[in-house]
């Protein structure tokens, strides 16, 4: 069992940066490879980017490539979202997720965290 929370969630402007974190509970982190999804009002939740355990395969949406950047540090159960160069079209609710699998489906991912609020104004 994994229990992820979310953080670093806001308000920004355009153009800005935000740092998003997912704390993860349990001893096994380490075996999970780690996930951001998002949601925006009246829109599915859409893959954002991945990490495998190993934190040597990552993987984007070709809508965030170039901008954002996620990390892990096992030693802390902690996986990371770098958000640079915000767009108000990034504005969503932002899930982390644990998955046995390096894969972009949602369906995939076993464990799921409660999302913290984006917002980009123009």
């Known amino acids: 069992q994994v229990q992820l929370v979310e953080s670093g969630g806001g308000l920004v402007q355009a153009g800005g940066s935000l740092r998003l974190s997912c704390a993860a509970s349990?001893?096994?982190?380490?075996?999970?490879?780690m996930g951001w999804f998002r949601q925006a009002p009246g829109k599915e939740r859409e893959f954002v980017a991945n990490?495998?355990?190993?934190?040597?395969?990552?993987d984007y949406a070709d809508s965030v490539k170039g901008r954002f950047t996620i990390s892990r540090d096992n030693a802390k159960n902690t996986v990371y979202l770098q958000m640079n160069s915000l767009r108000p079209e990034d504005t969503a609710v932002y899930y982390c997720a644990a998955s046995q699998l390096w894969v972009r489906r949602c369906g995939e991912y076993d464990f799921w965290g409660r999302g913290t609020q984006v917002t980009v104004s123009a």
């Open positions: 990490i495998n355990w190993s934190d040597i395969n990552t």
């Open positions: 349990g001893r096994t982190f380490s075996r999970y490879a």
